[in-house]
């Protein structure tokens, strides 16, 4: 099983700034099959980003993600109110799927 | 526009069985292009995938590991649903069930790009 640690745990930012939140796999990930999703309270999660750097249908470019092996980033550039939210990264490349801890990125 | 949605019983008392349904609206379940999956995400944590169907008749799928002695997943074609049967429940069972859609039946498809919007079980007596 591919264990997934993100960090930080809580990022506390302003409008404006510039998101980096980071997704370290236990072991390589086969071709980059990682996921990034955004999830609001009471909501259900939305996929951002596929195959690690792929934005997912009406995601804004200010989303973007990279990364290959066992280090993924997800880099949000110029944070809007709307994107305050926890962030999970996912590893689909084998059975089980499986998802990181989160991150909360919150107004600081 | 394609829907998810689950359906099912909002409290289940310890070691009863949950039976959860996801039905699909604006697709067809029997596309071959897509399985459908279950995720779990207990109250202030993190996200737990619990397996994924294919729409075949035997419904085959796959399963999480640490679960799968208590999981079975199945498709009805005739109601474009699929259904979650989780055995021998306890209080760590608690959680907010998605169902989703895996776009893909290769693994470079096997994030989740539509879900539902989640139904909380409580396990309790």
Redo the contacts between chains.
């Keep these: 099983?591919i264990v997934l640690t993100q960090s930080p745990g809580t990022l506390s930012l302003s409008v404006g700034e510039i998101a980096t939140l980071s997704c370290r796999a236990s072991q390589s990930v086969?071709?980059s099959?990682i996921?990034w999703?955004q999830q609001k309270p009471g909501?259900?999660?939305?996929?951002l980003i596929?195959?690690a750097s792929s934005r997912?249908t009406g995601i804004p470019d200010r989303f973007s993600g990279s990364g290959s092996g066992t280090d993924f980033a997800l880099t949000i550039g110029r944070l809007e109110p709307e994107d305050f939210a926890v962030y999970?990264c996912?590893h689909?490349?084998?059975?089980?799927?499986?998802?990181?801890?989160?991150t909360r990125v919150e107004v600081k | 526009q394609l829907q998810l949605q689950e359906s099912g019983p909002g409290l289940v008392k310890p070691s009863e069985t949950l039976s959860l349904t996801c039905t699909v609206s604006g697709a067809s379940i029997s596309s071959r292009t897509y399985f459908w999956g279950w995720i779990r995400q207990p109250p202030g944590k993190?996200?737990?995938?619990i397996g994924?169907v294919y729409f075949s008749g035997s419904g085959s799928g796959?399963y999480?590991?640490?679960l799968k002695s208590r999981v079975t997943m199945s498709v009805d074609t005739s109601k474009n649903q699929f259904s979650l049967r989780l055995t021998s429940l306890t209080a760590a069972d608690t959680a907010v069930y998605?169902c989703?859609r895996n776009p893909s039946t290769s693994?470079?498809g096997?994030?989740?790009?539509l879900?539902?919007?989640?139904t909380l079980v409580t396990v309790s007596s």
């Design positions: 099983e086969s071709s099959y996921g999703y909501q259900a999660p939305r996929l596929y195959g997912a999970y996912q689909y490349g084998s059975s089980p799927l499986t998802f990181g801890g989160g | 993190g996200l737990e995938w994924s796959y999480n590991p640490s998605y989703a693994w470079e096997w994030y989740f790009d879900w539902g919007r989640g």
